[in-house]
């Protein structure tokens, strides 16, 4: 038995001291990978801009990259597009998402709790590709009945879908920001004599405002990083205007049309899928920072 002990710490001994390099390992490919990612992305970017002016990018409002002529190559329309797109799924996804993690944390019984959570939680398991057939199918039509003038591929269609997508993102987060606010402020508020809604309203919400507003800003910069629903629904005509009625193009989608093979190998367009990717990834880290800004602005300890 003694053997046996000795024998079995020293197998536990040498696991104990592999398992830390292991985990340093994983780290480090993590870490590895994405910094791959930002450098591929910044090379041919650059070289993207070896051939197409950064002012002429900046500032362009044309983005024609496909014209007989060297193209134009100005990122402002498919900006253009990507904004109007999350902006609509903003103005869906937060007044519904953050109503419903109020109701959740606030109102519900654990029992309808337990019913509802996982229903939203299928939303955020839906493919997107299917989300992107249902805005065409489903949803285009049902709003060309109230908008006749809504083109077949418009920004409103999937703008409304993403929203319905990324809801449970905001309601599961923000219900965790809600749930972690002490009962004892609740206590105290309605001892006071305040209803159940000026609780939830007045002193709950603003305790958990800062996982709250990194809910949104995550929900947000998952809007602006969508492919598919906006590559089905949103259309490919790349346009600087603020009518979500007609046909638009994303930089999302503008990546899905250029990977399919529209463009040779080494050509400017196809370097200019780089430049737009960048544009994009610059886009998702201002969001993710501010995110955490808020996080650590507004952060209330307990």
Known sequence: MIQAKKQKRSTSSMIEKFVPYL???????????????????????????????IVEFLTSQKWYPFSEAQGSYGILPLVSGTLKVTLIAAIVAVPIGLASAIFLSEYASDKTRRF???ILEVLAGIPTIVYGFFALTFVTPMLREIIPSLEIFNALSPGIVIGIMIIPMIASLSEDALVSVPNSMREGALALGSTKLEVS?????????????????????????????VAVA????????????SSIQTMTAYIVQISQGDAGYQTT???????????????????????QYISRRFREEY
């Open 23 to 53: 985990l340093l390992f994983v780290a480090v490919v993590s870490v590895l990978t994405t910094l791959g990612i930002v450098l591929t992305l910044v090379f041919e970017t650059f070289t993207f801009f070896g051939r197409v002016s």
């Open 269 to 291: 367009i196809y370097y200019s899928i780089y430049a737009v990717g960048f544009t994009l990834f610059l886009f998702t880290l201002v969001m993710n920072l501010f995110a």
């Open 201 to 229: 309203l007045k002193v709950v919400l603003p305790a958990a405002i800062s996982g709250i507003m990194a809910s949104i800003v995550l929900a947000v910069s998952r809007a602006i990083g969508e492919t598919m629903i």
């Open 116 to 118: 509802i959570k996982p």
């Open 234 to 245: 949103g259309g490919s005509t790349p346009n600087l205007n603020w009518d979500v009625t």
